[in-house]
């Protein structure tokens, strides 16, 4: 019903930058939340960001000051800027997307690698 595309991770030395992107089609009307999630080797996922409808947004600590997420409604694409990348910030990034009037409400992109090296 809903698929989701992420693009935008790479490889990148400590203290810089990468966006990513990820553009949801389908049955994408009255979008809840969106956000981005990441998994580390032999870690659990975690919450990174989200951001809502409205525009409101939670980071998790290890990223406030450095993440931003934002969204553009019109294009049903949420991004993630990041900057002062860290070696602690490589793993797999997901995209997720929850859409409370459809069952199942809660969609995941295929993922995309992050990696930061010191």
């Known amino acids: 019903q809903v698929q989701l595309v992420e693009s935008g991770g790479g490889s990148v030395q400590a203290g810089g930058s990468l966006r990513l992107s990820c553009t949801a089609s389908g049955s994408v009307v009255d979008v809840n939340l969106m956000g981005w999630y990441r998994q580390a080797p032999g870690r659990q996922r975690e919450r990174v960001a989200t951001?809502?409808?409205?525009?409101?947004?939670y980071y998790t600590d290890s990223v406030k000051g450095r993440f931003t997420i934002s969204r553009d409604n019109a294009k049903n694409t949420i991004y993630l800027q990041m900057n002062s990348l860290k070696p602690e910030d490589t793993a797999v990034y997901y995209c997720?997307?929850?859409?409370?009037?459809?069952?199942?409400?809660?969609?995941w992109g295929q993922g995309t690698q992050v990696t930061v090296s010191s």
């Open positions: 951001i809502t409808s409205t525009g409101g947004s």
């Open positions: 997720k997307t929850t859409i409370l009037r459809l069952d199942p409400s809660d969609y």
